[in-house]
């Protein structure tokens, strides 16, 4: 069962002896397709999940806020006038939210508050930018902040940034804030436009946790990045969002072959996400479950950022008669795959992929069925 409202609500009666005045939660996310395409100025297409972080929270009359952590059964605070970089912990990306709401004007006012999550954390489903963005819809109804999806997603990568100091795309932070239920949502990473797109009837997104974690990620990173940056400084454009596949083509002879497959996969993959909009408004599950396996493909053989038991995930999920397609999703080199199915045989998928992928590898996957949800909330109580 997901974490619920009246969960958090008794949770923060428990602690502090009265009921909460307000009840926010964020969702975490899963990339359905557009790999590596962010810093590209390029497209994603995530959708929030049915697992999120929740704060109950009630109004102090000082600066100060206060918060219990029922995950880590932890109690921290701090004071919003003397806020130092600790480096302590979860209680950090609260300050560090703190920290960038107040040096972008915003007037804040303390509180107190019982945090609680069911979002798998460094799992690959974010739970980090879930809890900025459950952050700073806390700070928005306890201070009377208009509440605007954009302008606190950037607050939030902000605070992931510069307070926690992890560099960090704004795709987790706007499908926290902006996701909407049954859609998945085209994130533009140039202008930051965010269009909701229906999924398909009668399928589910499943998440499938390799349970290896990547290693050697940063430096692999920084090439990929660095080849990005070269091939579209060779075809005379701002980012690799600027070029097409026929113009990829008409000069690809003259790249690299290492820069050239690297290129590939971003421009393909661009053209992927956009055609798998197109798929799921026309409710056609298995074109955009073949996207889905060519963006793997892609992502395996040009972009070279799998590995063994991401691959022997996504053919344990493809086994299956009611998976659509699948692929790895997030950086890479370990976490987790992603596939798309019939949502009628979701159980069934989940016990049997598990099953086979032990199997194959030895490792015991963890497996989330997932619906697609709204972005933050925040209830009055
Ligand atoms: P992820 O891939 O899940 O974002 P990160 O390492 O970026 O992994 O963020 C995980 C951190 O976020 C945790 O170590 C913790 O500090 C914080 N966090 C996540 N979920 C919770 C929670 N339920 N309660 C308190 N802190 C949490
Ligand atoms: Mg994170």
């Not at 100091?165 to 239920?181: E, K, N, P, R």
């Not at 086979?356 to 709204?374: E, K, L, M």
């Amino acid at each position: 069962m997901p974490l619920s409202q009246p969960t958090v609500f008794a949770a923060f009666e428990a602690r502090f002896g009265r009921p909460p005045r307000w009840i926010v939660r964020a969702p975490g996310r899963v990339n359905l397709i557009g790999e590596h395409t962010d810093y590209n100025d390029g497209f994603v297409l995530p959708l929030a999940i049915d697992r999120a972080i929740w704060i109950a929270l009630g109004p102090r009359d000082d600066r100060r806020v206060t918060v219990h952590s029922v995950d880590f059964h932890e109690d921290a605070e701090f004071v919003l006038d003397r806020l130092a970089n600790e480096k302590a912990g979860w209680i950090e990306y609260l300050k560090g939210v703190a920290w960038s709401l107040q040096d972008a004007g915003h007037r804040l006012t303390g509180w107190d508050g019982v945090l609680q999550g069911d979002v798998p954390q460094g799992a690959g489903l974010s739970s980090s930018a879930a809890l900025e963005v459950a952050t700073a819809r806390a700070f928005a109804a306890s201070s009377g902040i208009d509440w605007a999806p954009h302008p606190m997603a950037l607050l939030g990568q902000k605070a992931e940034n510069r307070w926690v100091g992890v560099q960090c795309g704004i795709m987790d932070q706007l499908i926290s804030a902006a996701g909407q239920a049954d859609h998945a949502v085209l994130i533009d990473c140039r202008s930051l436009d965010t269009t909701p797109v229906p999924f398909p009837p009668g399928t589910a997104v499943v998440v499938l946790d390799t349970a290896t974690r990547r290693g050697l990620v940063d430096s692999a990173y920084n090439e990929r990045r660095a080849r990005c940056e070269s091939a579209a400084r060779f075809f005379g454009v701002k980012a690799l969002r600027d070029v097409d596949l026929a113009q990829f083509h008409a000069r690809a002879a003259d790249l690299d072959d290492t820069t050239r497959r690297r290129a590939r996969h971003v421009i393909t993959e661009n053209q992927r996400t956009l055609e798998a909009v197109a798929a799921m408004r026309q409710s056609d599950p298995i074109a955009l479950g073949s996207l889905m396996n060519q963006s793997h493909a892609s992502l395996r053989d040009d972009y070279e950022v799998s590995s063994d038991a991401l691959d022997a995930m996504v053919d344990s999920a493809r086994a299956h008669p009611a998976c659509y397609g699948a692929r790895m999703t997030g950086a890479g080199f370990g976490g987790c795959a992603v596939a798309l199915i019939e949502r009628q045989a979701a159980e069934e998928f989940a016990a049997t992929v598990a099953a086979s992928y032990h199997q194959s590898t030895g490792r015991t996957p963890a497996v989330y069925v997932c619906r697609a949800t709204n972005g933050a909330e925040a209830f009055e109580v």
